[in-house]
């Protein structure tokens, strides 16, 4: 069974910038896109942006467009999530998730991360 591992959550202050980690052990990034997740209490598990080596490309949610950077290094097998200019709004748990293609329905994605804890607040 793979466990994507997380990275890099906390506490950050309104303006602020984090960057998120994605491992992948034992997953090829050429045949698997990574993608973000969060989900805020209360809320339902929302798509934040995901990358696809393959073919280089990038699709980022309206809400973080502008904001929010998503890349990968394949020889650490590893996917990163800059974000900048962090609102309180996108506090929530970050979870990467790896699947054959870039969708926005979670329950189509076959691996998962834990979740890592990402607050936004002065």
């Known amino acids: 069974q793979v466990q994507l591992v997380e990275s890099g959550g906390g506490l950050v202050q309104p303006g602020g910038s984090l960057r998120l980690s994605c491992e992948a052990p034992?997953?090829?990034?050429?045949?698997?896109?990574i993608a973000w997740f969060r989900q805020a209490p209360g809320k339902e598990r929302e798509g934040v942006a995901c990358?696809?080596?393959?073919?280089?490309?990038?699709y980022y949610a309206d809400s973080v467009k502008g904001r929010f950077t998503i890349s990968g290094d394949n020889a650490k097998n590893t996917v990163y999530l800059q974000m900048n200019s962090l609102k309180p709004e996108d506090t929530a748990v970050y979870y990467c998730?790896?699947?054959?293609?870039?969708?926005?329905?979670?329950?189509?994605?076959?691996?998962w991360g834990q979740g890592t804890q990402v607050t936004v607040s002065s």
């Open positions: 998730a790896a699947d054959a293609g870039c969708s926005d329905y979670p329950e189509l994605y076959d691996y």
């Open positions: 034992g997953l090829s990034l050429d045949y698997y896109v």
């Open positions: 990358f696809s080596s393959s073919d280089g490309r990038t």
